[in-house]
């Protein structure tokens, strides 16, 4: 990274552990009435941990994610904020004053990303094993041919697919196995943050819970952190450490999966939560692992209730 990119001030000491800072985020498309689709958005996201966010649709869910890896094109503009990544030597990143080639590298070796609707996005005609070798030449070029054949078949083994099917097309693939592919792509450079937009909402549900008792099994394994994004908050209960409800742009709450769904605090979590009757009991016990539900992080004071 260059210098111009990192900041002077270090971590703030009460968050040693946090991986990403996103501070006061505005992103507006500036259409001919310009919309506000993030407000003043903040959250701190800590290392090796599961953040759902939540919120209807075209609450900027989407949007915050873009911004985050900084892949929103015009009209889309972020207005101000900042992003923050630390990385793990100590170092402070400023996200927004990456260069180019600082910023394709951060992409993908520090932050990825699993796009909305990403297993209809690969490419039809290249086999898997194409473009797994593809993004790793592009970023470690000095790997030997037969390291980028093994870390190609070391992350499919990873997300569950047999390695055989490099030599596949993406059309031979079922929607649930291509969805694997994507996960696998993503954490292909072993990157410390995935952010997971609607990953499994275009699945069946016995194929959607197989892939998230996957991603929380990577991520005991391996601890990178991960951003889910979806609509379903249920689904986000069983999964998360912390979730993070969004509402016409704005982050209107920020707590520990346990403590949202016992006292959530504003209005529209409980709405959300009221439109699940089914959430009461032993939720979560079936794909969470590792984690110890009576611990769990501080309560964030980042958003007032
Ligand atoms: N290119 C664009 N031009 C203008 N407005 C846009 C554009 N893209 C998104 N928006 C608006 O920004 C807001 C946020 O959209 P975004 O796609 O981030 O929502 P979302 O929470 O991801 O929704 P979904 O759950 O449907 O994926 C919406 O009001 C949307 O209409
Ligand atoms: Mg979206």
Redesign the pocket.
Known sequence: MTSTATLAVGPDATDRDAVLTIRDLTVV?E?EEP?T?VKGASLTLHRGEILGLA??????????AYAVNRLHRP??RIASGDIVFHDRAGHDVDVLALEDADLREFRWSQLSMVF?GAMNALNPVTSIRAQLRDTLRAHRPRMTRAQVEARSVEVLERVGVDPRRLSSYPHELSGGMRQRVMIAMAMLLEPQIMIM??PTTALDVVVQREILTEIVRLRDELDFAVVF?T?DLPLLLEISDRIAV?LR?EIVELDTSQRLLREPRHPYTRKLLGSFPSLHGERGAFIRSGVDETAGPEPTTEVPA
């Open positions: 498309y259409v919309v689709a919120g209807e649709s075209g609450c900027g869910k989407t949007t915050l009209p889309a909305q937009d609607e994004i609509h969004m742009g």
